[in-house]
């Protein structure tokens, strides 16, 4: 059984920084990409960053210049790195992992971390 494991959430003041990371365990082939969504209350779920497996990287507008993706590919875990953060920041942020266990491809979610920016 594949798990995703999310770590690192918490209060922060706006403008500071804070890290989360992911590790995915259980038994599989490979990780395609990986990456992170968050939901704020009363909005959708919304991509946040990701990673393939290549390193290439994809970011939400919002987010640009202030948060960076990382990708630890032996240790099977994903890191976001937040700075400059801003209330509406403020959601509950969800690790995603597309897994190859041939034959199939499954998309996973990690259970998410609230990360809440506040004064």
Same mark, same amino acid.
């Given at each position: ?13 706006? *403008? !500071? #920084? ?7 365990? $259980? =038994? @599989? ?5 990986? +990456? ?17 497996? *290549? !390193? #290439? ?7 640009? $210049? =202030? @948060? ?5 590919? +032996? ?45």
């Amino acid at each position: 059984q594949v798990q995703l494991v999310e770590s690192g959430g918490g209060l922060v003041q706006p *403008g !500071g #920084s804070l890290g989360l990371s992911c590790v995915a365990s $259980g =038994r @599989f082939f490979s990780i395609n990409e990986m +990456g992170w969504y968050r939901q704020a209350p009363g909005k959708e779920r919304e991509l946040v960053a990701r990673i393939i497996s *290549g !390193g #290439s990287t994809t970011y939400a507008d919002s987010v640009k $210049g =202030r @948060f960076t993706i990382s990708r630890d590919n +032996g240790q099977n875990a994903v890191y976001l790195q937040m700075n400059s953060l801003k209330p509406e920041d403020t959601a509950v942020y969800y690790c995603n992992a597309v897994i190859r266990s041939p034959p199939y491809t499954m998309n996973y979610w990690g259970k998410g971390t609230l990360v809440t920016v506040s004064s």
